[in-house]
Nanobody, 122 residues
Framework: VVQLAESGGGSVQAGGSLRIACTVS?????MAWFRQAPGKEREGVTG???????RYADSVKGRFTISKDNAVNILWLQMNSLKPEDTATYYC???????????????????WGQGTQVTVSS
């Protein structure tokens, strides 16, 4: 079992930046960020593999950056040039067997955090 806890969410104006973090109870091969807006399905934002391979959703490419510190088991998501449509609850996920091709597919992940709210106002 892997336990995850997100932190750092909040409210920001459009064009602003925010960094959220996910503390993980142990090292895992795959980690990712997902988000879910009210009335919408959960969607993949970005994921990272143990070798450093990264995938981004087209909607966040060039604006969001995923990074991790394996020494302290923390995953970050730096969000720049935020838009109102980025408003959502952001979740981190971890697993050992997702596969690079499925990094952004929610149903393939077993371990999830409780989520942190990000609100972007226009």
């Amino acid at each position: 079992v892997v336990q995850l806890a997100e932190s750092g969410g909040g409210s920001v104006q459009a064009g602003g930046s925010l960094r959220i973090a996910c503390t993980v109870s142990r090292y895992t091969k795959y980690m990712a960020w997902f988000r879910q807006a009210p009335g919408k399905e959960r969607e993949g934002v970005t994921g990272i593999k143990d070798d450093g391979s990264i995938r981004y959703a087209d909607s966040v490419k060039g604006r969001f950056t995923i990074s991790k510190d394996n020494a302290v088991n923390i995953l970050w998501l730096q969000m720049n040039s935020l838009k109102p449509e980025d408003t959502a609850t952001y979740y981190c996920a971890a697993d050992e067997r997702v596969g690079y091709a499925s990094l952004l597919v929610p149903r393939n992940w077993r371990f999830w955090g409780q989520g942190t709210q990000v609100t972007v106002s226009s």
